[in-house]
């Protein structure tokens, strides 16, 4: 499940590489030790003081965001267009057209500040968001930290993480344009099970190669995506050309995530009604999670709080980027001045 953590007001000041660990009795934030041991359980025995996360009522009244930011149109240097992996040169849209539908390669290329939400997309969105910003106090208490801390929980998706707010847009234009099938990978599995569910409300069909080692150590994964309607194969796998080159090398191999995608995308590339999905990494992925911290400014705003740090986990980044992106943008109008931080 997919947290995003925002401390704010007079924070511990902290180092760009602080954990949290224990040793022995101690507990150590940094180059802070803590002497105390973990309470965190028995905050609330006895004549302790309790110290419960809470949402403030204010939060009710903030919306789904109507519209997806991309901070690429903010940016004094764009990025660069990422490379063909033949040619090692700029990737055209046609390129991409193979395992994309036409919107989403619209939008990978987008410089546009706002793009708008589907209706669909927006009505789908609302069985879950807006996600609460809930206040960590028994976190705060454990810290014995003046810093007051929230975090935007994101595992209230019927999918349990923030990756439907991509999956369920991507399975939307893939059946606009008339698409019937899509593939990907999955490492853990919430990416796996967040397509299977996007795909599961637009009558398409999901097929998912996730990565040997998860796939016989997560078998509740794989049940709820062949719930959703999903096909699911342990990769490497003998369907694919790729798939079948590893297990020659390796029959036991655990797979990884690079084989999975190798296998996916072959798949996408040789049917012409089929298109692949990828839940990180590229940019029409980051602008989907946008809504995260969209939400999480007016949330913000609402308890009348401005964020001085924003920390947020970093795999394929659409986890941070969804919550730091929108703040990204206020910091670079003025508006506010928040330091980020990934982990």
Known sequence: MAIQATIIADPVPISS?????????????????????????RLSNGGRVRARASLNADLKAVGIPHQWYNLVADLSVKPPPPLHPKTFEPVKPEDLSPLFPDELIKQE??????????????????????????????????????????YKYEGVSPAGSHKPNTAVPQAFYNAQQGIKNVVTETGAGQWGCSLAFACSLFGLDCEVWQVRASYDQKPYRRLMMETWGAKVHPSPSSITESGRKILQMDPSSPGSLGIAISEAVEVAAANADTKYCLGSVLNHVLLHQTVIGEECIKQMEAIGETPDVIIGCTGGGSNFAGLSFPFIREKLNGKINPCHKSC
């Open 109 to 150: 290329a987008s410089t546009d500040k706002f793009i708008d939400i589907p209706e669909e997309v927006l009505d789908i969105y609302s069985l879950w968001r807006p996600t609460p910003l809930i206040r960590a106090k028994r976190l705060e208490k454990l810290l014995n930290t003046p810093a007051r801390i929230y």
């Open 17 to 41: 590489s602080s954990r949290i660990s224990i040793r022995g009795g101690e507990q150590c934030f940094g180059s802070f030790v803590l002497k105390t041991r973990p309470r965190h359980l």
